[in-house]
């Protein structure tokens, strides 16, 4: 099975803090997994539902400002390394 994607995805350590709406605005910092135009790859202490929406400060390389954005989360698994947490990826709208 190939894995087809829109946009190429770069394995680059970024910092970002994020925010998810619902009950008591869940939020937190992470550092990114992976990015890539379309979206972002990160790890995250809590479980957050499938299809929820989430806000993004992404601090970027070279860049004096972070980077804001928004993304819909399109799917989470527990992480296997420790079973604490959750990977998460989030397509950006």
Request: glycine share 10%; hydrophobic share 40%.
């Given at each position: 099975?190939?894995?087809?994607?829109?946009?190429?995805?770069?394995?680059?350590?970024?910092?970002?803090e994020?925010s998810?709406?619902?009950?008591?605005?869940?939020k937190?910092?992470?550092?990114?997994?992976?990015?890539?135009?379309?979206?972002?790859?990160f790890?995250?202490?809590?479980?957050?539902?499938?299809?929820?929406?989430?806000?993004?400060?992404?601090?970027l390389?070279?860049?004096?400002?972070?980077?804001?954005?928004?993304?819909?989360?399109?799917?989470?698994?527990?992480?296997?390394?420790?079973?604490?947490?959750?990977?998460?990826?989030v397509?950006?709208?």
């Amino acid at each position: 099975m190939t894995e087809e994607r829109s946009f190429e995805r770069f394995d680059l350590p970024v910092q970002i803090e994020y925010s998810v709406p619902g009950k008591g605005w869940l939020k937190g910092e992470a550092t990114a997994k992976n990015i890539s135009l379309g979206g972002i790859q990160f790890l995250v202490k809590e479980k957050i539902a499938l299809g929820s929406r989430v806000a993004l400060r992404i601090t970027l390389p070279r860049r004096t400002q972070p980077t804001t954005a928004t993304g819909e989360l399109v799917w989470l698994k527990e992480n296997p390394v420790s079973g604490k947490g959750f990977h998460v990826g989030v397509k950006f709208t």
